[in-house]
């Protein structure tokens, strides 16, 4: 059974540091695509960070370039991929949602993911 388990959200004043984790069991991941997507109250979840495990490719969404980083576990037995996040924003709030999908193209589309995980808050206050 593959679980994704995110971690390491919480509360942060703006222009802080939050990161966080996601643990993915249950299979192989070696030939997919890990991602970060984030959903605000009343809004579509959307986009945040993408990497493809085997190649090391990273893409972003324009809102976090330069500020957030998308990595992975040197370790490969332990599947653990990273969000790091510096100089916060308030519009940063939402769930932030890890995800696993095997894709060629379209990492940026959530209907591209086969298994999600249950989601972290991240809030950041002004």
């Known amino acids: 059974q593959v679980q994704l388990v995110e971690s390491g959200g919480g509360l942060v004043q703006a222009g802080g540091s939050l990161r966080l984790s996601c643990a993915a069991s249950?299979?192989?991941?070696?030939?997919?695509?890990m991602g970060w997507f984030r959903q605000a109250p009343g809004k579509e979840r959307e986009f945040v960070a993408a990497?493809?495990?085997?190649?090391?490719?990273?893409?972003?969404a324009d809102s976090v370039k330069g500020r957030f980083t998308i990595s992975r576990d040197r370790d490969n037995a332990k599947n653990t991929v990273y969000l790091q996040m510096n100089s916060l924003k308030p519009e940063d709030t939402a769930v932030y949602y890890c995800?696993?999908?095997?894709?060629?193209?379209?990492?940026?589309?959530?209907?591209?993911?086969?298994?999600w995980g249950q989601g972290t808050q991240v809030t950041v206050s002004s």
């Open positions: 995800a696993a999908g095997a894709m060629y193209t379209g990492y940026r589309s959530t209907n591209k993911y086969d298994y």
């Open positions: 249950g299979r192989t991941f070696s030939s997919y695509v």
């Open positions: 990497l493809s495990w085997s190649a090391g490719n990273t893409y972003y």
